[in-house]
């Protein structure tokens, strides 16, 4: 079945790096996706990784995908004040096209 | 800003009655989904539409229904409403079907919806 897990919340320091990490259990995903809600807005997708990639790096965001142990993780290098917001991963397994959210990770990014 | 808006941004209805939300599609997008997103939850997926027919469902009854036009704007109707139907619905557009990885969808601002 599909399932996809994240901690509800991270703190950090203006500066600092943030990794929001993220399981799932359907092997055959194809896709994982990281998206950004802020306050009163909708999903704003952040990047995505293939599941034959290992790594994709996209400026500050740096995604890892970890096949054997189905773990996706999100590194935001320098964080910023404006990075707080509310991170879903997200999957698409193979043969479907219908995206499964986590339930978000929280990030709070404190002076 | 992503160019894709939805009306209205908040509503107040009660058990039983039904309730009829608007998307406007980002221009040139033919794929519109809908997403129901409780408090404290990612969004679940309720159904696709694509050149004006459904193309796939959720886990969601049938008193979800959509419509899309020409125009690709959309309607996401829920009769019969319940409790737990509260919780912000968003619409997302894209060029082609949602999954195709690369193809981005473009996600509204969301309509709070609340059942009292």
């Known amino acids: 079945g599909e399932d996809v897990e994240q901690s509800l919340f991270l703190s950090v320091r203006e500066g600092d790096s943030s990794v929001i990490n993220c399981t799932y259990t359907d092997s055959s995903s194809t896709y994982l996706y990281w998206y950004k809600q802020e306050p009163g807005a909708g999903l704003q997708l952040l990047t995505y990784i293939f599941s034959n990639m290992d790594m994709k790096q996209d400026q500050r965001l740096t995604v890892l995908l970890n096949k054997k142990d189905k773990h996706l993780s999100l590194r935001i290098a320098d964080t910023q004040t404006g990075d707080s917001a509310i991170y879903f991963c997200?999957?698409?397994?193979?043969?479907?096209?219908?995206?499964?959210f986590g339930r978000g990770t929280s990030l709070i990014v404190h002076p | 800003e992503t160019g894709v808006t939805q009306s209205p941004t908040h509503l107040i209805k009660t058990r039983g009655q039904q309730v009829t939300l608007r998307c406007s599609s980002q221009?040139?997008?033919?794929?519109v989904s809908w997403y129901q997103q409780a408090l404290g939850q990612g969004p679940q997926f309720i159904f696709q539409?694509?050149?004006?027919?459904?193309?796939g469902r959720g886990n969601f009854p049938p008193r979800f229904s959509g419509l899309q036009f020409p125009n690709y704007s959309s309607e996401l109707n829920v009769n019969a409403l319940e409790l737990d139907d509260s919780a912000l619905y968003l619409c997302a557009s894209s060029t082609t079907l949602a999954g195709k990885g690369t193809d981005t969808q473009y996600f509204g601002p969301g309509t709070r919806l609340t059942v009292l």
């Open positions: 539409y694509y050149r004006e027919e459904e193309n």
């Open positions: 221009s040139g997008h033919n794929t």
């Open positions: 997200a999957e698409i397994v193979r043969g479907s096209y219908i995206p499964t």
